[in-house]
């Protein structure tokens, strides 16, 4: 689950999954001020074992106050029926947050 804070524009990330792309660009469209969320689904045939999930805000932009900043948040992830409990952050640069999953 996902949600962003939008200003100009919506937040857009992009997902990787061992490091390599996942998909296209994700726009957030849930206001996190809002308490607002949006799923994005992550599905693949990948081998048992761990696996590392990664996610990273595409367009950061900051004007100065918390009214002018666009911002992505991880809110949560799960595997089947499992709660990833690490998988929660919030993306406030271009920097790349990633958890792992087991299969």
């Known amino acids: 689950l ?18 390599v792309r996942y998909g ?9 001020d809002q ?11 990948w081998g048992s074992g761990a696996h590392e999930i990664g996610m990273q805000l595409l367009n950061d932009e900051w004007g100065g106050t918390s009214d ?7 809110i949560g992830a799960s595997y089947g029926q499992s709660i990833v409990e690490e998988a929660s952050a919030s993306l406030l640069d271009s920097n790349r947050f990633s958890f792992m999953v087991e299969v």
């Open 2 to 19: 996902v949600s962003g804070d939008t200003w100009k524009e919506a937040p857009q990330v992009a997902l990787t999954v061992d490091g």
């Open 24 to 32: 296209g660009v994700y726009t957030i469209t849930a206001q996190h």
């Open 35 to 45: 308490g607002e969320t949006q799923l994005i689904s992550v599905q693949g045939s």
């Open 68 to 74: 002018t900043d666009r911002n992505a948040y991880l």
